[in-house]
Antibody, heavy 120, light 107 residues
Framework: QVQLVESGGSVVQPGRSLRLSCEGS????????THWVRQAPGKGLEWVAI????????GFADSVKGRFSLFRDNFNNMVHLQMSSLRTEDTAMYYC??????????????WGRGTLLTVS | YVLTQPPSVSVAPGQTARIPCEGN??????VHWYQQKPDQAPVLVVY???DRPSGIPDRFSDSKSANTATLTITTVEAGDEADYYC???????????FGGGTKLTVL
């Protein structure tokens, strides 16, 4: 079954670090760009980061730049979002999303069910 | 760059819903649309302005003018009640943008 599954969400104190993980199944995750999108409680969608299929492009929203990083584990078909210096405003459901484009024009044809981060 | 959507749109069953997404010169950009039902992940319903993923009915379509993209849902059903988000890629900074979302209520 083609799906994405996020894990790692938790309750953490401000200033701490946490790693979220996204595992692909039924397809090879490194054939696609992988994005993270978050949604604060009762709010809209906010793009967080992109890791390109070839690993050469990493991009981050201004709100997380310098605090979040991305890396890929091809052996386990996973992408990880490493978060540090967490703030209360980082509290959100974090979704992993697959992007089939090559260069630009990004969109998301497959989403995971999300993992919840609470910073408090 | 900002994508602006109305907070809510209401429509009776069987009627046509139109959800606008305003952005400066959005007519020259590829726009994508997502449906999100309560406590669920978003689902892509229209991409690259007019294409639909498999399983999405042709009741969902997109149109654009110079500064507005519009998701149109014809013959609206109760199951279409959801939040809808427009999205585009901002080539100037290689960032992804979402509109604020529109809650579609089926009366």
């Amino acid at each position: 079954q083609v799906q994405l599954v996020e894990s790692g969400g938790s309750v953490v104190q401000p200033g701490r670090s946490l790693r979220l993980s996204c595992e692909g199944s039924g397809f090879t995750l490194s054939d696609y760009n992988t994005h993270w999108v978050r949604q604060a409680p009762g709010k809209g969608l906010e793009w967080v980061a992109i890791l390109s299929y070839d690993g050469k492009t990493k991009g981050f929203a201004d709100s997380v730049k310098g605090r979040f990083s991305l890396f890929r584990d091809n052996f386990n078909n996973m992408v990880h979002l490493q978060m540090s210096s967490l703030r209360t405003e980082d509290t959100a459901m974090y979704y992993c999303a697959r992007d089939p484009t090559v260069i630009g024009g990004y969109y998301f044809d497959l989403w995971g069910r999300g993992t919840l981060l609470t910073v408090s | 760059y900002v994508l602006t959507q109305p907070p809510s749109v209401s429509v009776a069953p069987g009627q046509t819903a139109r959800i606008p997404c305003e952005g400066n010169n959005i007519g020259s950009e590829a726009v994508h649309w997502y449906q999100q039902k309560p406590d669920q992940a978003p689902v892509l319903v229209v991409y690259d302005d007019r294409d639909r993923p498999s399983g999405i009915p042709d009741r969902f379509s997109d149109s654009k003018s110079a500064n507005t993209a519009t998701l149109t849902i014809t013959t609206v059903e109760a199951g279409d009640e959801a939040d809808y988000y427009c999205q585009m890629w901002n080539s100037s900074n290689d960032h992804v943008l979402f509109g604020g979302g529109t809650k579609l209520t089926v009366l």
